[in-house]
């Protein structure tokens, strides 16, 4: 029986279009996208690593940013995020006790640190800690420190420095450091005590002496409730990688010693 030609063709092109159409969505479902909770001192330096890592692998990250123990109480109420990089180690500590995290992927990836932070066009002039006490200053913002590391870290160094009670009917809090770095940025504040890697930007920083404040160890961890483990474990590790720690290091995050391997005899 004679084929009708027209038929042959409308059936080789309708065979082309539909192998064409699944190999699209074959392609387009190999495509992971994963959500990490981050602590907003990372909100910079997170989206430079993020754009990185996918232009590395193909796998797309959705941040989410927040203060760290505001995320935490997220994820324990069943956040569907795939990483939790903290401002502190006991967020990530306190999510392991309860089975949360994926605890071999518990690692400390970098060490952060204090500064304090005015506008470049301010004409305070700030030298030392104690210089916060100055009549020329109103407000100054911190970091909510119920649940955000940076603002405990600047308590305790405003209380190790002996200013803090002179200073408490000035403070405002942010809910996390990014916001307390915006109320100075807006002249909300005179002055704001935040992470480091919030003043990379144009203002007049004073680094705060590290003796003040316990080390503000921030850890990252796959979370159990992750579908995309693979994935998740790798941007863990792309982010403790020579690249991931060299965006960090530009944001001015200071790095744990590395543990020497015990040879073998």
Not at 31 to 60: N, P, Q, Y
Not at 170 to 175: A, C, I, N
Not at 235 to 255: A, I, P
Request: hydrophobic share 40%; with cysteine; aromatic share 8%.
């Amino acid at each position: 029986m004679r084929v009708n030609p027209i038929f042959e063709i409308t059936s080789t092109l309708f065979l082309f279009l539909l192998l064409t159409s699944l190999s699209a969505g074959a392609m387009r479902a190999e495509k992971v996208s994963i959500r990490v909770a981050a602590a907003a001192d990372l909100t910079d330096a997170f989206k430079e690593v993020a754009e990185l890592f996918t232009r590395r692998t193909g796998c797309k990250i959705e941040l989410i940013f927040g203060a760290s123990g505001q995320l935490t109480q997220q994820i324990e109420h069943g956040a569907p995020y795939d990483v939790f990089a903290s401002a502190s180690n006991s967020y990530i500590q306190q999510l392991t006790s309860k089975k949360l995290t994926i605890s071999d992927t518990d690692k400390i990836y970098a060490i952060g640190s204090l500064v304090v932070w005015i506008p470049a066009e301010s004409k305070l002039s700030i030298k030392k800690i104690s210089d916060l006490n100055s009549e020329s200053i109103y407000h100054i913002s911190i970091a909510n420190p119920q649940h955000a590391p940076y603002g405990k870290a600047a308590v305790e160094a405003l209380k190790k420095a002996g200013i803090y009670t002179a200073i408490t009917p000035k403070l405002v809090y942010g809910e996390n450091v990014r916001q307390a770095f915006q109320f100075a940025q807006t002249g909300n504040a005179e002055a704001a005590i935040v992470s480091a890697s919030m003043g990379s930007g144009k203002g007049k920083k004073l680094p705060i002496p590290v003796n003040l404040y316990r080390p503000i160890e921030q850890s990252v961890a796959v979370l159990c409730s992750t579908r995309h483990e693979k994935e998740a474990r790798s941007f863990t590790k792309f982010l403790q990688s020579v690249e991931g720690k060299s965006v960090l290091k530009r944001y001015s995050f200071r790095f744990p010693p590395e543990k020497k391997q015990k040879i073998s005899r």
